[in-house]
């Protein structure tokens, strides 16, 4: 027989070795692509997670000062009768909650919550529907409450009034 008829040993364990080398390599990229993609998932689960929690960096105001975070106090919902010059009754169905600025006033607040409750009742009892079309209507109305509702609670203080839901019927 012929030498060349041989299989050629050296050639095919190099043939074999370049074939598991192949194989690795391809081994090797499949494990690079599924952990970088593995790793971007974790990147933007961690991300996003962090964005709802709100970090751990301490919230920076607009003025550069550390913010805490919010406190808030629900009201009960408060259904008022609007004045109306055609003696047809309508109806404020409101839900409030306060915007605090430390937990401890809440201490502060709840001994005089019925005159807070007081101060939106008189006041809402003397709007008209009309006061409270648009968006313009909605803000004079939270900062009216606010108004009122800071001098109620003295020496405490409100951030705002946040409502919750505002329906006239």
Same mark, same amino acid.
């Given at each position: 027989?012929?030498?060349?008829?041989?299989?050629?040993? #050296?050639?095919?364990?190099?043939?074999?070795?370049?074939?598991?080398? !192949? !194989?690795?390599?391809?081994?090797?990229?499949?494990? &690079?692509?599924?952990?970088?993609?593995?790793?971007?998932?974790?990147?933007? &689960?961690?991300?996003?997670?962090?964005?709802?929690?709100?970090?751990? /960096?301490?919230?920076?105001?607009? #003025?550069?000062?550390?913010?805490?975070?919010?406190?808030?106090? #629900?009201? $009960?919902?408060? *259904?008022?009768?609007?004045?109306?010059?055609?003696? %047809?009754?309508?109806?404020?169905?409101?839900?409030?909650?306060?915007?605090?600025?430390?937990?401890?006033? @809440?201490?502060?607040?709840?001994?005089?919550?019925?005159?807070?409750?007081? !101060?939106?009742?008189?006041?809402? %009892?003397?709007? %008209?529907? *009309?006061?409270? =079309?648009?968006?313009?209507?909605?803000? %004079?109305?939270? =900062?009216?409450? @606010?108004?009122?509702?800071?001098?109620?609670?003295? $020496? !405490? =203080?409100?951030?705002?009034?946040?409502?919750? /839901?505002?329906?006239?019927?």
């Amino acid at each position: 027989m012929a030498e060349e008829d041989q299989p050629d040993f #050296d050639n095919i364990e190099e043939m074999a070795d370049a074939e598991k080398a !192949a !194989a690795n390599k391809s081994k090797l990229r499949r494990m &690079v692509m599924f952990g970088g993609g593995g790793l971007a998932l974790l990147a933007a &689960v961690g991300s996003g997670a962090m964005l709802f929690v709100g970090g751990t /960096e301490p919230q920076v105001g607009p #003025d550069g000062e550390q913010r805490r975070p919010a406190i808030f106090y #629900d009201l $009960p919902e408060m *259904t008022i009768n609007l004045s109306s010059a055609d003696q %047809r009754a309508q109806y404020l169905r409101i839900n409030v909650s306060l915007e605090l600025r430390d937990r401890s006033d @809440t201490n502060l607040i709840e001994p005089v919550m019925p005159r807070v409750l007081d !101060a939106f009742q008189v006041y809402l %009892r003397e709007l %008209r529907s *009309t006061d409270l =079309e648009g968006s313009a209507g909605v803000h %004079r109305l939270k =900062e009216e409450l @606010t108004r009122r509702v800071n001098i109620a609670i003295y $020496p !405490a =203080e409100i951030n705002g009034v946040l409502f919750r /839901e505002i329906l006239v019927q």
